[in-house]
C-alpha cells in the first residue's frame, strides 16, 4: 500500500530501530532516563529556549500548554481550521474549561493576520464578557493544506498578542516543513512564541512523542501536568533514542516530502474536475477538492484503495501528505490511479 493518508504513517528506520534496542535508559519519573535527557536538552537548544519536554503526543503537548497559559472561562482564540479546535475531542474544554473562539483566516491561507485575531480580542476586563486568554497559532498549517507562516509575521502576531497580555503558544507539529519554505531555522520561526509543541512522529519520522518547549518555569509547571494527565513514563529513552534520530537528521530530507508533494499537485491539477491551486502546495500536505468530478470522495478513496492507494477524505476534499516511505514512483502510480478513476469515459 501506498500509504498517503498522514506523515504519521511512517516506520521507523532500521537506524532508529538499532538505536530504540541499544538505548541507555533509566526511570524518566525520577528525571533518571540519560537518553530522554539527552533529547530535551537537545530539543530545547534547538529551538533556543530555556527547557523543554517529551510527552507521548502532539495532543498532550498542545493541552498541556492551553491549560498553562489559561484560567477556566477564558477564550482561546485559534484559526477555524486548527488543530486543537478540531482534532482534540474537546480536550481544552475537559480539562482548561475555555471556550475555543475560532477565527477565519479570509485568504483560506490558515495564517491569521492581526485584524482577523483583533475581530475577537477581549481583554477589557469587563466581569461579563468573555475574556481571552491565549493566542494558538498553527505552522504548518494542517487543513489549510501546510501553509507556512513566516518568522516575521509569527514575531508580529506574538508582539501584538504580548502588548494585549496574551501569551502565544504555536502548534508546531510539522514547524520543521516550515523551516525548508522559509530558510529560517525552528528558533526564528518561534523565537517569540510563549510555549512550542512540535511532533517527533511525523515528518521527521519517529514512532512515537512530541516536545514541549518553553521557558524553565512553563516546562518545571508542564511535567506536572504530564504526570496530572497520565504521561509521566518509565524508560521512556526507548522512544527518546529514536527522536534524538528524527530531531537530528530528519529535518535535513524534508524537502525531499515537499518535491514529491509538488510533483502530485502537479499530475492531478490536470485531472479533470480536480480544484487545487499548485502554488499553495508549500510542503507535504496535498489537499484537493473534487466536488466536480460528480464522484464522491469516499467512492474515489475505495477505488484508490483497490489501487494500492490510500489518502483521506474530509467532505468533498481529499488529503495526500508524503513523507520518508514515499518514493517517485509512489507517487507517480497515484496520479496513474486518480486519472484512470476520474477518466470521465470510465463509469
Ligand atoms: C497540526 C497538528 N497538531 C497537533 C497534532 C496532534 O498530534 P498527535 O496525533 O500526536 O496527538 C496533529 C496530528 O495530526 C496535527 O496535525
Wanted: net charge negative; glycine share 10%; charged share 20%.
Amino acid at each position: 500500500m501506498i500509504d498517503l493518508r498522514s506523515d504519521t504513517v511512517t516506520k521507523p528506520s532500521d537506524k532508529m530501530r538499532a538505536a530504540m534496542a541499544n538505548a541507555e535508559v533509566g526511570d524518566d519519573v525520577y528525571g533518571e532516563d540519560p537518553t530522554m535527557n539527552r533529547l530535551q536538552e537537545r530539543a530545547a537548544e534547538i529551538f533556543e529556549k530555556e527547557a523543554a519536554l517529551f510527552v507521548p503526543s502532539g495532543t498532550m503537548g498542545n493541552q498541556i500548554a492551553v491549560k498553562l497559559h489559561t484560567q477556566p472561562g477564558q477564550d482561546v482564540i485559534i484559526e477555524e481550521r486548527g488543530h486543537i479546535l478540531n482534532y482534540e475531542v474537546g480536550s481544552s474544554a475537559i480539562f482548561a474549561g475555555v471556550t475555543i473562539r475560532p477565527v477565519k483566516s479570509v485568504d483560506g491561507s490558515g495564517i491569521l493576520t492581526w485584524d482577523e485575531i483583533a475581530t475577537v480580542l477581549n481583554t477589557d476586563g469587563v466581569y461579563d464578557h468573555n475574556q481571552t486568554g491565549l493566542l494558538c497559532l498553527e505552522n504548518t498549517h494542517n487543513l489549510a493544506g501546510g501553509r507556512v507562516m513566516s518568522a516575521d509575521h509569527c514575531a508580529d502576531l506574538c508582539e501584538k498578542a504580548h502588548a494585549a497580555g496574551l501569551p502565544v503558544h504555536m502548534d508546531g507539529a510539522r514547524i520543521f516543513n516550515a523551516t525548508v519554505v522559509t530558510n529560517s531555522s525552528v528558533a526564528e520561526l518561534t523565537r517569540h512564541c510563549d510555549s512550542i509543541q512540535f511532533c517527533l512522529s511525523k515528518g521527521l519520522g519517529a514512532p512515537v512523542g512530541s516536545i514541549l518547549v518553553g521557558s524553565k518555569d512553563f516546562i518545571r509547571e508542564a511535567l506536572i501536568w504530564r504526570k496530572r494527565f497520565g504521561g509521566g513514563m518509565r524508560q521512556a529513552g526507548i522512544l527518546a533514542a529514536a527522536g534524538l534520530i528524527a530531531l537530528e537528521e530528519s529535518p535535513k530530507r524534508l524537502h525531499e516530502d515537499h518535491e514529491l508533494a509538488h510533483h502530485l499537485a502537479i499530475g492531478i491539477a490536470g485531472i479533470p474536475g480536480i480544484a487545487i491551486n499548485v502554488e499553495t502546495v508549500e510542503t507535504n500536505i496535498v489537499i484537493f477538492d473534487i466536488a466536480a468530478t460528480g464522484k464522491t470522495t469516499k467512492g474515489i478513496c475505495a477505488s484508490l484503495k483497490e489501487n494500492g492507494v490510500l489518502a483521506s477524505e474530509f467532505g468533498t476534499r481529499m488529503r495526500m501528505v508524503t513523507h520518508c516511505d514515499v518514493s517517485l514512483k509512489d507517487i507517480e502510480t497515484t496520479i496513474e490511479a486518480m486519472g484512470s478513476i476520474l477518466d470521465s469515459r470510465s463509469a
